[in-house]
């Protein structure tokens, strides 16, 4: 949550602004994995993150595939939005999640410290639900079925 003051000079917690993408190249799907240290450590996810101030939600999606996975993207196009301030395990933070699809390119960059490792999925060969973080499976599963 952010803390914010508003102009009549009270203050107020707000939710935070996050993007998400499928990437897909040769009918398979790009997931990272978590780097331990962080909420989900561990387990499989999509590339994304905050959105950073004084950017728009498509520049911050692009920024994020590129600085954790080193991939550049093509034909971005939104999938959903996920609103719900129940979102599991994410320690109360309260995202609204703006989920996209898109190509990979081409790999020009390296992983960064939130990822210790990438890998291309077969659609039919994803990873088990429990090993994938937070409501990105719900994600995935959307992507899928609007294929």
Same mark, same amino acid.
């Given at each position: 949550? *952010?803390?914010?003051? /508003?102009?009549?000079?009270?203050?107020?917690? *707000?939710?935070?602004?996050?993007? &998400?993408?499928? =990437?897909? #190249? %040769?009918?398979?799907? +790009? +997931?990272? #994995?978590?780097?331990?240290? @962080? *909420?989900?450590?561990? #387990?499989?996810? @999509?590339?994304?993150?905050?959105?950073?101030?004084?950017?728009?939600?498509? &520049?911050?999606?692009?920024?994020?595939?590129?600085?954790?996975?080193?991939?550049?993207?093509?034909? +971005? #196009? +939104? *999938?959903?939005? /996920?609103? %719900?301030?129940?979102?599991? %395990?994410?320690?109360?933070? &309260?995202?609204?999640? /703006?989920?996209?699809?898109?190509?990979?390119?081409? &790999?020009?960059?390296? @992983?960064?410290?939130?990822?210790?490792?990438?890998?291309? /999925? %077969?659609?039919?060969?994803?990873?088990?639900?429990?090993?994938?973080?937070?409501?990105?499976?719900? =994600?995935?599963?959307?992507?899928?079925?609007?294929?």
């Amino acid at each position: 949550m *952010l803390t914010c003051t /508003f102009e009549d000079g009270g203050e107020g917690k *707000l939710r935070h602004a996050v993007a &998400q993408a499928v =990437v897909v #190249k %040769n009918d398979q799907i +790009l +997931l990272e #994995k978590r780097a331990e240290t @962080l *909420l989900e450590g561990g #387990k499989w996810a @999509l590339p994304g993150g905050y959105v950073d101030h004084n950017e728009t939600i498509e &520049q911050a999606i692009t920024r994020e595939i590129r600085e954790e996975t080193g991939w550049e993207i093509t034909n +971005l #196009k +939104l *999938l959903s939005i /996920f609103d %719900n301030p129940d979102r599991p %395990n994410d320690a109360g933070r &309260q995202n609204i999640a /703006f989920n996209y699809a898109c190509e990979a390119t081409e &790999q020009t960059g390296e @992983l960064d410290w939130e990822v210790s490792e990438i890998q291309w /999925f %077969n659609i039919a060969d994803l990873p088990p639900p429990d090993t994938i973080a937070f409501d990105h499976y719900m =994600v995935i599963q959307q992507y899928i079925a609007d294929v």
